[in-house]
């Protein structure tokens, strides 16, 4: 098991379990003075207080700790860089969960564009969905991007309810000028976020006549950058546009080719030119398009979100009983009553936790503290691993101080349930045969790690296995996108636990 990176230029290696060698971070780059906490320039302001945020949900609207969208944008420029990265985390989880509009999520594109020429958001940070560290404004640049790709597609696509995809579209023509002056940029993050969203928002019939101005740059900027994402709309846009894209389709193929046949020799310890594909690997700009967008394609429109497959659905797991009352022996199972019941929402959080939390924020919702803590070194100093939870039951897991996944005790934890049914406790063959009855069943939707843990992408979550003495019960994992991969995203402790 490896992972290779590149971090502000400098490779690292990372061989073994996960996180537990020390990586080298430039961290130099300062974050600009904030105003107070919240705060927003007028045009923004105006724009919020003017809207009826009551009568617009978003995906979670009311579930418990989750932040309405009024709180999520007044602290896209909150004065704690921890609170930014959450508010702008929670503007793809809520907003545009699974792809999707929300009647929230146009107005919320509104107020974000009006943000961008605020110099706070120049202030660099790594953000949850990208690698590497950029300005808050490139990354709501992305943002509006992706809203701008989900804005194009039709109600058949799956993309939210008529009225919201309406209200998507009837944007597109203020977020371009909005926009418009950013694709100049001389920050090259910026330049090919805003070309990318701009090219997306040119999709709006009333804005056809703008398309020569931006084609040339599209093709020169974005048909080049290290980021497939923004490859692919280049490609798709320019073909949208008339004009050929044969050279371009002919290069993203050979480049993937090429990657492909590097993977497969770096992988191989035995083949030939190991090491020579380690270091072309080491030497490709890293892609830095969000996980679920990498290589992304369109010729087709997408599956239903949870098309139901003819054969008949199996039964739904059961969990097991628990040990005997009294009994404390080292493999003891919590009988249900003894459980706390949780849901969970992918990709936002289970039960009180929602993902992107601080470890303050994780011991005020459970009124526990922590049990055991994990650091690993990270470059002068050390970052947060994991924490484990005992009385409640659960082992929380952290990326630059922030909540990323959650695995859940298969003895003692609390039981999480999917549409009713139990995913904690239970016989794991149970729990994969009814979960993949749930799943679209699309390339990519369900993987499995190198132990054989299935993961399913639809959901965030993967099934992993926990000793009770002689049998095996069901550990689950609830997940963020770049928490999928489990074997480069796990720590050694995760992979050993009992």
Known sequence: ??????????????????????????????????????????????????????????????????????????????????????????????????????????????????????????????????AGRRPLRAELLNWLASFADIARLDIEDGVGAARDLAAARAA??????????????????????????????????????????????????????????????????????????????????????????????????????????????????????APEQRGRRREDPPAPTHAAPPEPAPEPPVPAPGSEAGYQGPWRIARQEERAEWTFTPYVGVGPLHFGMTLEEITHALSEGPAVSSYFAHGDGQQLNYVDFAEIGIRALFEEGRLGC??????????????AAPLTGCAPSQVEDWLVHRTTLQSGSLTYSPAADPVFVDFGLAIRSQRAGDIVLTRPLFLLHDWLDLWHSLPSEEWNYA
């Open 172 to 289: 597109r023509p203020v977020l371009h000028d909005c926009i418009a002056d950013f694709c100049d940029a001389d920050d090259p993050l910026v330049r090919e976020a805003a070309l990318a969203a701009t090219a997306l928002l040119l999709a709006d019939p009333g804005l056809v006549s703008s398309v020569p101005r931006y084609a040339p740059a599209v093709r020169a900027v974005l048909a080049v950058s290290a980021d497939s994402y923004y490859r692919w709309i280049a490609r798709e846009r320019l073909a949208a546009w008339g004009e050929s894209v044969t050279g371009l389709v002919a290069a993203e193929e050979e480049l993937r080719a090429a990657l492909d046949r590097a993977h497969a020799l770096a992988d191989d310890p035995f083949g030939e030119g190991q090491e020579q594909a380690i270091r072309w690997l080491e030497a490709q700009p890293e892609d830095t398009a």
């Open 406 to 419: 959650v695995a859940v005790n298969a003895l003692t934890g609390p039981q999480v349930r999917l549409e």
């Open 1 to 130: 098991m490896s992972r290779l990176w590149s971090v502000a230029g400098i490779g690292t290696a990372d061989v073994g379990g996960g996180w537990n060698t020390a990586t080298v971070i430039n961290e130099s780059t300062p974050d600009l003075p904030d105003g107070p906490a919240d705060s927003l320039p007028p045009a923004a302001q105006a724009e919020l207080t003017g809207t009826a945020w009551e009568e617009l949900p978003h995906f979670c609207t009311g579930r418990h700790d989750v932040p309405d969208t009024p709180d999520i944008l007044g602290a896209v420029l909150a004065a704690d860089p921890a609170h930014r990265v959450r508010a702008v985390g929670d503007l793809y989880r809520l907003l545009l969960h699974q792809a999707r509009v929300f009647p929230a999520t146009a107005p919320a594109a509104l107020v974000l564009a009006r943000l961008l020429d605020d110099p706070r958001t120049l202030a660099e940070r790594r953000w949850e969905r990208r």
